[in-house]
């Protein structure tokens, strides 16, 4: 198994199944496009196959320092730049065997990369359901006061879970 960024020529995303239909169409339909328009990076998890075990993206968003929770707010500035876990999945055929750890784990070290060459406060994702966001609080993720499907992780405790 290894990540790699997806290559439309080379991965199979028209078996991808991960049982929740948009995250299956994002891959197959437009996720190569919007990597082309620079909109998002999109990282797969394969088998020695080229087989997809499951993907995430990343792109740039911004929050609005009101929304945050208190214990991570920063006074001085109206919105704050966050990088954007906008879409996680693992198929089907591999649910319930960690991949999904292993997958947000991979998007945190690309996070951390990145933080040391621009800006960074932290991760944010939206959830798709509740399931979901316990899933993300588990890494502790904290909702968003907005939207409660909005989750964030400021860089402070993304290094502590790296570091463990």
Do not use: W
């Not at 439309?8 to 929740?20: I, L």
């Not at 088998?47 to 609005?64: E, Q, R, T």
């Amino acid at each position: 198994m290894k990540f790699e960024p997806l290559d439309p020529k080379k991965h199979d995303r028209k078996n991808f199944d991960c049982g929740v239909e948009p995250l299956n169409t994002y891959l197959s339909k437009y996720a190569n496009q919007d990597q082309k328009r620079s909109l998002t990076r999109v990282y797969v998890l394969v088998a020695d196959s080229n087989l997809i075990i499951g993907y995430y993206s990343l792109s740039a968003h911004s929050v609005l320092r009101d929304y945050l929770p208190e214990d991570i707010k920063i006074s001085g500035y109206d919105d704050l730049p966050f990088l954007l876990l906008g879409r996680l999945a693992v198929d089907k055929n591999y649910q319930g065997k960690g991949y999904g750890d292993t997958l947000i784990f991979d998007a945190f070290v690309k996070t951390s990369e990145m933080a040391k060459n621009i800006g960074i406060y932290g991760m944010i994702v939206e959830a798709k359901n509740q399931k979901a966001a316990s899933f993300y609080e588990g890494f502790g993720f904290k909702r968003l006061h907005s939207t409660p499907t909005k989750l964030v992780l400021p860089m402070s405790a993304l290094d502590i879970l790296l570091k463990n």
